[in-house]
């Protein structure tokens, strides 16, 4: 079935980095593209940015502008998100998601990767 | 503060009708389409509802529908049921610059 699996949790220290993978199954990996969402402990979502596999164009959300990036490995079917200079406001549940082509909506949700930032 | 507002609770009997606003801007909400709506249980992942205002996904059942007057948008859950306890969040693509997406705060809904 399609599915998107997420990599395990993590624990960081502040001014770390931190990368998540989030690999794809189950459709055809380029013709969609992923964003990446957050979720604060108790708090709503956040869309941080999004990536296009099939020729790799990103656009990141602007209060995350040099502190991430996104990739994707096609051969693996695998996207990543790295943050840098991790700061404790950056501790949430990191989720990845397809996204449907043309309408800004996504259908298919990883199962999230929870970041702590703590010293 | 989120883009959108979203009350933060909402409460209904089995069997009834409630209904769940996202009010946004002529940059997101009120100027294009692309409404969606999510569905999240505790310590889940969020699941797609509605999008583009008012499709449904496969799967989903129809006693959830989607509407959108002016800048605000609604999602409205017929014949409530304990299953329908969750958080609802919606969202919308903005003009507004980066981000291109926007959330709502989310409304706890309560089915008594």
Same mark, same amino acid.
Do not use: C, M, R
């Given at each position: 079935q399609v599915q998107l699996v997420q990599s395990g949790a993590e624990v960081k220290k502040p001014g770390a980095s931190v990368k998540v993978s989030c690999k794809a199954s189950g459709y055809t990996f380029t013709s969609y593209g992923i964003s990446w969402v957050r979720q604060a402990p108790g708090q709503g979502l956040e869309w941080m940015g999004w990536i296009s596999a099939y020729n790799g164009n990103t656009n990141y959300a602007q209060k995350l502008q040099g502190r991430v990036t996104m990739t994707t490995d096609t051969s693996t079917s695998t996207a990543y998100m790295e943050l840098r200079s991790l700061r404790s406001d950056d501790t949430a549940v990191y989720y990845c998601a397809r996204e449907l082509t043309g309408d800004h909506a996504f259908d298919i949700w990883g199962q999230g990767t929870m970041v702590t930032v703590s010293s | 503060q989120s883009a959108l507002t979203q009350p933060a609770s909402v409460s209904g009997s089995p069997g009834q009708s409630i209904t769940i606003s996202c009010t946004g801007t002529s940059s997101d909400v009120g100027g294009y389409n692309y409404v969606s709506?999510? &569905? &999240?249980? $505790?310590?889940k992942a969020p699941k797609l509802m509605i999008y583009d205002v008012s499709n449904r996904p496969s799967g989903v059942s129809n006693r959830f529908s989607g509407s959108k007057s002016g800048n605000t948008a609604s999602l409205t859950i017929s014949g409530l049921q304990a299953e329908d306890e969750a958080d609802y969040y919606c969202s /919308?693509? #903005? /003009? /507004? /610059? #980066? $981000?291109?997406v926007v959330f709502g705060g989310g409304t706890k809904l309560t089915v008594l």
């Open positions: - | 709506w999510y &569905q &999240q249980h $505790p310590g /919308s693509y #903005t /003009s /507004s /610059s #980066t $981000p291109d």
